[in-house]
């Protein structure tokens, strides 16, 4: 049903001044009679006045509202959970016969004046054609996403009601218990809430980083029901081979640990599979298996800090140091102390070296023969001459002994690493420290991490500061009372997490050497779900590390069993890179080659994909988590046997059909129509003055 209404910006009644000039205009032109009959002379006169009277009424700002009504009926969704363990813990036969009865159900409750919807985990908004071919292969059940999926697609169709079948196993997302819908879930319970004999691997905990040369343990955690007493084996493969083996006792209890430790040598990514062997009588294997993917780097950094005397320092770093676990912080203070040297140090953190009594020049020398990246750490005991030989990225010239008391300052434009955003408001109220009074000047290629404050006025002097520089980088800190800011930050907040990461962020720029590859290939995550698409981005760079595009790149990838596939894709800004799809579970491999400004490049790396076999867990359907979100919606529980209520229940609800009105507003000056009815009129009155011999 739809009407149209003209509306005008001012006051109807003007409407007769424009018919008023109309008639106006057509008596002033044809008062004097013509060569036509009466009757004709007032239609001429009517059309005249009619085409001035519309022209006019242009002034008038006239607009339509177009009205167009709609009746919405009532939309019921049935939201199929269409996840493994539907398919996997459920009796095949009465699985079939109940979604081809929820086939009939629908087609039952749209002749009954419902709109029926069927939706279930497949990709996409597209509604389930029949639930009978539907394939039950969703790896994860997420019941919150299924039925806001409907929800959401329907908030403004007038969405009634939301019949939820599925068998209560949620294992990603939000609990939908405590969830707000817009539309009552009746839920229909599948599956079977009789445990069964089962042995399942219910846990695999370890480390997703180890160390080269170090032992870590892999740990698995058995459960059962039904096997007390009884003798499992499980099993440590790796590649397929295994390489250790447990025996185990299932206890009355339903649930054992045992522990595989493992030593890697060489580093990378290592993929282990634990197995329990099944027992005779289990219900289902698949669960009785669970993968372990885990990174074996190189030992930790190793990072020295060294002083020519104690300082509070000292202990302000050291503590921050060793909240990162990467990082081996060996202390030494001077005289007293020598550094070991015995392996090389990845970074150096030097406290008032050079000094102005001597102690450390050995250190600083031995540390700058081997190029160690070092953060110096000035103070009023620094030797300034022999500093600024060392060209760290700032120097000051013409100390004095004086001192300005400074605060820290963030500086946003900084980005070699990022920080919380909470860092800036935290840094300014860091109290202030004395940093030596003098002309500090930065060297070119040097980057300004924290500024200066004097009072309350900002300055752009710099506090910390980084070069990148080659062959050595280098960091250093102008004042020696940064452990203000950890006890201040730890007082303040309860914990020094914004000093603490500032300071291992900015050892761990200098450990980790500038990135120089002009070819870098690399996974957008290191580990991908096997449901998930795998993808691949680059960089390359010209001699100057300044990012360019437009190259090709070849790829080889290599599975963890051996195969070897190859892919090409173009280097392009903004780019979506080489996406590979979905893969098998497994270690992958690749190396990937270009050639930039005449010459061949190449890259390697690795990522993992893995599966969580989330669904085969549990063989036990939870039809309490059904039976307490019929509950939250005033709703029951059903189960296949009792269709014929939930249809009953569903018809005698009398949703509504509502009437929508949409409203569509216009300017009469955007609208053709009323153009045409202007030349309509104006041609009308020439060819009747024409035909009847004058103009």
């Known amino acids: 049903m739809q009407s149209l209404q003209i509306h005008t910006a001012y006051s109807p009644w003007y409407a007769l001044l424009c018919l008023a000039a109309g008639i106006g205009v057509s008596w002033f032109m044809y008062r004097r009679g013509g060569p036509w009959p009466t009757g004709l002379r007032l239609l001429l006169a009517s059309l005249r006045a009619l085409l001035v009277a519309l022209v006019c009424f242009l002034l008038l700002e006239p607009y339509t509202r177009r009205i167009r009504q709609e009746e919405v009926k009532p939309k019921v969704v049935l939201a199929l959970d269409n996840s493994q363990s539907v398919g996997l813990f459920t009796s095949k036969t009465e699985l079939n016969r109940t979604l081809q009865d929820l086939d009939a159900l629908a087609q039952r409750l749209q002749k009954s004046g419902l709109e029926v919807v069927k939706q279930s985990f497949q990709d996409g908004d597209s509604a389930a054609a029949s639930f009978a071919q539907t394939p039950l292969q969703a790896p994860v059940t997420n019941l919150h996403s299924l039925v806001e999926k409907g929800d959401r697609a329907f908030r403004n169709q007038n969405l009634a009601a939301t019949v939820l079948i599925s068998d209560g196993i949620h294992n990603q997302g939000p609990t939908p218990t405590f969830q707000l819908y817009n539309a009552p879930i009746y839920p229909l319970a599948l599956g079977d809430t009789v445990a069964k004999r089962d042995v399942v691997l219910e846990e695999v905990q370890y480390n997703k980083i180890n160390y080269t040369g170090t032992s870590f343990p892999v740990v698995a955690r058995v459960r059962h029901n039904g096997f007390n007493g009884t003798t499992a084996t499980v099993l440590l493969q790796e590649n397929g081979k295994t390489v250790q083996r447990k025996t185990v006792t299932l206890p009355r209890g339903g649930t054992v640990q045992t522990s595989f430790q493992v030593t890697a040598a060489q580093p990378g990514k290592k993929h282990f599979q634990v197995l329990v062997q099944p027992l005779t009588g289990e219900f289902t294997n698949l669960n009785n298996s669970r993968h372990a993917y885990l990174e074996v780097i190189k030992g930790k950094l190793k990072v020295l800090v060294a002083a020519a005397a104690p300082h509070p320092d000292i202990k302000a770093l050291r503590s921050a140091l060793r909240t990162n676990q990467l990082l081996d912080v060996e202390v030494v203070l001077g005289p007293f102390q020598n550094p070991s040297f015995k392996t090389p140090y990845d970074a150096a953190i030097l406290h008032q070296i050079p000094n102005a009594t001597g102690v450390g020049t050995d250190w600083l020398r031995r540390l700058r023969t081997a190029r160690v990246p070092t953060f110096y750490i000035l103070g009023a005991q620094t030797d300034f001459n022999a500093f600024n030989s060392l060209q760290a990225g ?302």
């Open 394 to 695: 700032v120097q000051l010239n013409r100390p004095s002994p004086q001192f300005d008391e400074v605060q820290p300052l963030l500086n946003t434009a900084f980005q070699r690493f990022s920080a919380e955003p909470t860092a800036q408001t935290r840094i300014k109220a860091w109290p202030p420290t004395p940093v030596t009074f003098g002309e500090w000047r930065i060297a070119p290629a040097a980057e300004v991490i924290l500024q200066q404050q004097v009072g309350a006025v900002r300055t752009t002097k710099p506090l910390l500061v980084y070069k990148p520089a080659a062959p050595t980088p280098s960091a250093v800190l102008l004042t020696d009372g940064s452990w203000q800011w950890r006890l201040t930050e730890s007082v303040d907040h309860g914990s020094s997490q914004i000093y603490d990461e500032l300071m291992t962020h900015l050892v761990q720029l200098l450990a980790n050497r500038r990135n120089q590859k002009r070819l870098h290939v690399y996974p957008v995550k290191d580990e991908f779900e096997a449901s998930e698409g795998v993808a691949l981005q680059a960089d390359i760079f010209n001699a100057v590390q300044e990012e360019i595009f437009g190259q090709d790149i070849s790829l080889t990838l290599t599975h963890e069993g051996g195969k070897q596939t190859r892919h090409r894709f173009r280097h392009e800004q903004g780019g979506e890179g080489l996406r590979l799809g979905n893969l098998p579970v497994g270690v992958y491999r690749y190396t990937a080659s270009a050639r930039v400004e005449n010459q061949n490049y190449t890259d390697a790396g690795e990522f993992v994909v893995q599966e969580q076999n989330l669904e085969s867990l549990m063989a036990v359907a939870d039809h309490s988590l059904l039976s307490q979100i019929a509950e939250r919606s005033e709703t029951r529980l059903y189960y296949p046997t009792q269709l014929a209520q939930l249809e009953q229940d569903l018809t005698k609800a009398k949703f509504k059909t509502i009437l929508r009105s949409h409203e569509e507003e216009k300017d009469l000056l955007e609208q053709p129509w009323f153009y045409f009815l202007l030349l309509g009129l104006a041609c009308a009155e020439w060819a009747l003055r024409r035909f009847y011999g004058s103009l």
